[in-house]
T-cell receptor
Framework: AQSVTQLDSQVPVFEEAPVELRCNYS??????LFWYVQYPNQGLQLLLK??????LVKGINGFEAEFNKSQTSFHLRKPSVHISDTAEYFC??????????FGGGTRLMVKP | DAGVTQSPTHLIKTRGQQVTLRCSPK?????VSWYQQALGQGPQFIFQ???????QRGNFPDRFSGHQFPNYSSELNVNALLLGDSALYLC??????????????FGSGTRLTVV
């Protein structure tokens, strides 16, 4: 069954610095992969998704992610973060039953 | 175009009580999935409804049940509430089941607190 692991529970970073949030998946079949963002007291908003094609996926708010099949990773990056990027970020993928399964989340804390 | 609407936004219940949460899917969507998100954790899949039937179910006890209406809206019912049921309950709609999460739209959730 597909599983998703987010390697960092918290990532502190200064404003305007680059950031990488790490995600690894386990699957021997073709994969769909997603990154969602959750702002305080809100639901989930899709940042970007990989379904097929180019391994570099661009999303909203300046985020991008790279699908790496050999490393089974789908890390999320942003070259320069803003205070407003402070939120919880979730990596997700469909499981064997094609239901979305989520990682444990990474809390991005952007400091001034 | 309205997105996914969930009600109520917050709810406080006592142990042993029953609760009903509601979800209206995004216009054009006919499939509703429910997720439970405990504090500090990722969402966990509860079940999915399509054509008024439970299509798939996650690892949740029978105390959790649901329903989908002809207008595609859905309810999540939890009986005999436990303190551990305290969580944010998220509803996600999509235009087809089995899309592997592609095309999901999430609501803002219902925060359930059991005391």
């Amino acid at each position: 069954a597909q599983s998703v692991t987010q390697l960092d529970s918290q990532v502190p970073v200064f404003e305007e610095a680059p950031v990488e949030l790490r995600c690894n998946y386990s699957s021997s079949v073709s994969v769909y992969l997603f990154w969602y963002v959750q702002y305080p007291n809100q639901g989930l908003q899709l940042l970007l998704k990989y379904l097929s094609g180019s391994t570099l996926v661009k999303g909203i708010n300046g985020f991008e992610a790279e699908f790496n099949k050999s490393q089974t990773s789908f890390h999320l990056r942003k070259p320069s973060v803003h205070i407003s990027d402070t939120a919880e970020y979730f990596c997700a993928a469909p499981n064997a039953g094609n239901m979305l399964t989520f990682g444990g989340g990474t809390r991005l804390m952007v400091k001034p | 175009d309205a997105g996914v609407t969930q009600s109520p936004t917050h709810l406080i219940k006592t142990r042993g009580q029953q609760v009903t949460l509601r979800c209206s899917p995004k216009s054009g969507h006919d499939t509703v999935s429910w997720y439970q998100q405990a504090l500090g954790q990722g969402p966990q899949f509860i079940f999915q409804y399509y054509e008024e039937e439970e299509r798939q179910r996650g690892n949740f006890p029978d105390r959790f049940s649901g329903h989908q209406f002809p207008n595609y809206s859905s309810e999540l019912n939890v009986n005999a509430l436990l303190l551990g049921d305290s969580a944010l309950y998220l509803c996600a709609s999509s235009s087809l089941p089995g899309t592997g999460g592609s095309g999901y739209t999430f609501g803002s959730g219902t925060r359930l607190t059991v005391v």
